[in-house]
């Protein structure tokens, strides 16, 4: 058994006992939970990643509800010593929950809560950051001004790729597939191609209608396209945005974007042989999941096409990265911040918090959960339902009628 775990305490007194494995954005979270009498402990271990055995000591021989990080292993031993401890629901401050084993939580009954329709813009704008950032050389540039190589102005000097005119694909056109295409599309006027297994007619009415905006003001007007298969998007793409789901696929010419979710389907999506497909000079973007792109293959591909760039929010093996990426100049490499806006952790924080309320006080589900805005709205009274249960149908727990 690991030692005793550190820990601040709000409101001592609370009937229920709500445990958070790490400290979250805002304090509005924190009053939601003792505003109904909730007794909340929040971990102080000066650990970036709590281990089981840290978690179980943590849950303590009585919990309620605890509210977890997407890093952590949350399977039978968990979800056992969260149910000896006659709790009920456990939730991700995340919308994936890739390290969750919900098979273990429905065997439990454990409800699992996740925190959707709050990272959209702000996901979709640090996509849409790295695809700047990686066609104009910024953070090279970066690094080399502040090593004080710049003795003055050269012809050839981090020249990059201009993205206006050029075309962005999008692997997966769904909400944050297509809030990064209208960024890249309005922005730098980039024409569209995207593969989805659904019609995008929103995404496609907007391009269209921006299009024709363009073409009434004298200039030339943006197109869009959606590709028949993912790698038709990958050969014409200029900058690709991975934006992948089973039901939700997005891409990018010369830059492309990804953001799927990560199943058998999306692993390794982007391998050796559908690198070699792309352009020398594209620009690839996952703010996703890490291991939808074989990390070995991009390592290679980067140094052997030195045109090529990419930018990473998410990797493979995180926190790690593969050996070699750190090297490679032509990849920009951040640690998964891509919902990192006071606004959207503050949010997801709530959430979070609220899906394990819900489920201590028995609401119902919220029949939405991409419409959260009442949730987050301080100035209006929270509705009293679950925002997100992932596993609801197979728990069977009532839907929300508001």
Same mark, same amino acid.
């Given at each position: ?271 050796? !042989? ?7 000079? +594209?620009?690839?973007? $996952? &703010?996703?999941?890490? *291991?939808? #792109?074989?990390? %070995? ?19 493979? !093996? ?7 990426? +750190?090297?490679?100049? $032509? &990849?920009?490499?951040? *640690?998964? #911040?891509?919902? %990192? ?42 509705? %009293? ?18």
């Amino acid at each position: 058994m690991a030692k005793p775990i550190s820990i601040q305490v709000w409101n001592p007194n609370g009937k229920y006992r709500v445990v958070s494995t790490k400290s979250m954005p805002g304090t509005r979270w924190i009053r939601l939970l003792t505003d109904q009498d909730c007794r909340v402990e929040i971990c102080t271990e000066k650990k970036t990643i709590l281990s089981v055995d840290d978690i179980v000591a943590l849950i303590g021989d009585r919990c309620d509800g605890v509210i977890g990080q997407l890093t952590e292993d949350w399977g039978d031993a968990l979800f056992s010593a969260l149910k000896r401890a006659g709790g009920t629901a456990f939730s991700n401050m995340a919308v994936g929950y890739n390290n969750v084993d919900v098979g273990a939580a429905n065997k439990y009954g454990i409800a699992v809560g996740n925190t959707p329709g709050v990272l959209t813009e702000t996901t979709a704008e640090l996509a849409a950051s790295l695809s700047l950032a990686a066609a104009r050389k910024i953070v090279e540039a970066d690094q080399f001004m502040r090593a004080g190589l710049y003795d003055g102005w050269l012809p050839h000097l981090f020249v990059g790729n201009l993205l206006k005119g050029q075309t962005v694909g999008v692997i997966g056109a769904g909400r944050i597939g297509s809030a990064y295409a209208r960024m890249m599309i309005e922005g730098f006027k980039m024409n569209l191609i995207y593969y989805d297994l659904y019609q995008s007619t929103r995404l496609e009415k907007f391009v269209t209608a921006y299009g024709q905006f363009l073409q009434a003001n004298g200039e030339q007007p943006v197109t869009w396209k959606r590709a028949a298969t993912m790698e038709d998007v990958l050969r014409e793409a200029d900058v690709m945005n991975h934006v992948v789901n089973t039901k939700e696929l997005e891409q990018s010419q010369r830059t492309i974007s990804l953001h799927p979710v990560l199943d058998k389907t999306t692993y390794h999506l982007i391998n050796k !042989d559908t690198l070699a497909i792309m352009k020398k000079e +594209a620009v690839l973007v $996952n &703010a996703s999941r890490g *291991p939808v #792109i074989d990390e %070995a293959a991009l390592v290679e591909h980067l140094k052997a096409n030195p045109m090529f760039r990419v930018g990473l929010d998410v990797f493979e !093996d995180e926190p790690k990265m593969k050996p070699g990426l +750190a090297e490679q100049k $032509n &990849a920009v490499v951040v *640690p998964h #911040i891509a919902s %990192a806006s006071k606004w959207t952790r503050e949010g997801m924080a709530t959430l979070a918090a609220l899906n394990v309320l819900g489920k201590i006080k028995g609401y119902p589900v919220w029949g939405d959960p991409n419409r959260v805005d009442k949730f987050l709205d301080e100035k209006s009274l929270v509705p %009293a339902a679950c925002p997100s249960i992932v596993n609801a149908k197979q728990l069977d727990l009532p839907v929300s009628k508001l």
